[in-house]
């Protein structure tokens, strides 16, 4: 096993990839319709967030956070 630097594992520990919401969707087999309908806002919102077109509004991001269990945080939305 090849060894690496301290400084490196550290680095490594303190990034965590955004969960993005498409990434969610596709990961738990969850159609746009389907998310839709959970929240209660058109298709067409939900197409806009999944493509990074549009970011959701405050209460949404909260809504989209409860729904997936947290794994789609509020922070995540605003990760670059």
Do not use: H
């Not at 490196?8 to 990961?27: H, N």
């Not at 298709?43 to 269990?69: C, D, G, H, M």
């Amino acid at each position: 096993m090849a060894s690496i630097g301290i400084y490196t594992v550290a680095l490594i520990g303190l990034y965590r990839c955004p969960m993005t919401l498409d990434k969610y969707l596709k990961t738990m087999k969850i159609t746009s319709r389907q998310f839709s309908d959970l929240l209660g806002v058109s298709i067409f919102a939900v197409r806009k967030w999944r493509q990074n077109v549009r970011t959701p509004r405050p209460e949404y991001i909260r809504k989209i956070s409860a729904l997936t269990k947290r794994k789609v945080k509020p922070e995540d939305w605003y990760a670059t």
